[in-house]
């Protein structure tokens, strides 16, 4: 069983998707921590849902960053890692998006702290496909940096841009999905 953890969870695509490869013989997948938080407003409804659908054992419902500082220890050991981190500095619908230097493009680094220190085998991570050409002065230098930050880290990396319209669903919308790897190298 492959044991995971949600950043960024929503209300839970990642869990709905990755469950469904479950069966009665034998449970693929396990969530056994996730995280969501939006800074940005007092109310929590993408939390609450989550926790409305899955429970709130395990879920934290606190700003990742503070998690992180102070309370890592929190976040179990695990064999992969999900997450749609957030979007808005990267999206070609934000005006003046900053991307990676963004007030939510920075949460990528918390990321990179995560799979630092814990070290998981896979991370399926998901966001929008203008992430490619981030930021518009600088085209494709976030990209690279989240690159980078793999190879740094230790991780094998192979990313797709995947359009829904093209497995028959009605919107035409377009997503960067990543798929990293640990790397068997003796010094990682």
């Not at 950043?7 to 056994?32: D, S, W």
Request: include cysteine; proline fraction near 3%; charge should be positive.
């Amino acid at each position: 069983m492959i044991k995971v953890i949600e950043l960024f969870a929503g209300v839970g695509g990642f869990r709905l998707g990755l469950e469904k490869n479950n069966t009665k013989q034998k449970q693929h997948f396990k969530v056994i921590w996730s995280n969501q938080f939006e800074p940005s407003t007092t109310s929590q409804a993408a939390s609450e849902v989550y926790q409305n659908w899955f429970g709130s054992d395990n879920h934290s419902a606190q700003d990742i960053t503070k998690v992180i500082k102070e309370h890592f220890d929190s976040i179990p050991e695990h064999d992969m890692l999900v997450g749609g981190f957030p979007c808005q500095d990267y999206s070609v619908a934000a005006t003046k998006a900053k991307g990676i230097q963004g007030k939510k493009g920075v949460l990528w680094w918390e990321i990179a702290k995560v799979l630092s220190a814990r070290k998981p085998k896979y991370v399926l991570l998901e966001n929008v496909d203008r992430l490619l050409k981030s930021p518009t002065s600088q085209r494709g230098r976030d990209f690279a940096i989240m690159l980078a930050t793999f190879d740094e880290v230790g991780y094998s990396v192979e990313w797709r841009v995947i359009n829904a319209a093209d497995y028959g669903y009605a919107q035409r919308r377009r997503r960067v999905f990543l798929f990293a790897w640990k790397q068997r190298n003796p010094w990682n």
